[in-house]
């Protein structure tokens, strides 16, 4: 008797059980009125391009507002940067450990 591969029988289990799953019901799902209408009308892909690229934000402005975040930014950080502890703290803590 030949074995089947594990993979194989995964594989097979795993379509036997997608063959298991429920579908919604689709017939009725669409109006008559959405039946009835007409197609959309294709617009030439040129003209949308165009107005899409027209349509923008000023990269002055945008170069300003993102200049002024990467400073508020670093200067937030190197307020981070300092010490936690005060120096009394500091001497107090040291003089714990030893």
């Given at each position: 008797?030949?074995?089947v591969?594990p993979?194989?029988a995964?594989?097979?289990?795993l379509s036997?059980?997608g063959?298991?799953a429920e579908?919604?019901a689709?017939?009725?799902?669409?109006t008559?009125?959405l039946?009835?209408a007409?197609y959309p009308?294709l617009?030439?892909?040129?003209p949308?391009?165009?107005?899409?690229?027209?349509?923008?934000?000023?990269?002055?402005?945008?170069?300003?507002?993102?200049?002024?975040?990467?400073?508020?930014?670093?200067?937030?950080?190197?307020?981070l940067r300092?010490?936690?502890?005060?120096?009394?703290?500091?001497?107090?803590?040291?003089?714990?450990?030893?």
């Amino acid at each position: 008797m030949k074995r089947v591969h594990p993979f194989l029988a995964l594989l097979a289990t795993l379509s036997l059980v997608g063959a298991c799953a429920e579908f919604p019901a689709l017939e009725r799902t669409i109006t008559p009125e959405l039946t009835a209408a007409d197609y959309p009308a294709l617009v030439p892909l040129g003209p949308v391009l165009a107005s899409a690229q027209s349509v923008g934000t000023e990269p002055v402005q945008a170069t300003a507002t993102i200049d002024g975040r990467v400073s508020a930014l670093k200067a937030r950080a190197a307020r981070l940067r300092g010490s936690v502890l005060s120096g009394r703290e500091r001497q107090r803590l040291e003089k714990g450990l030893q």
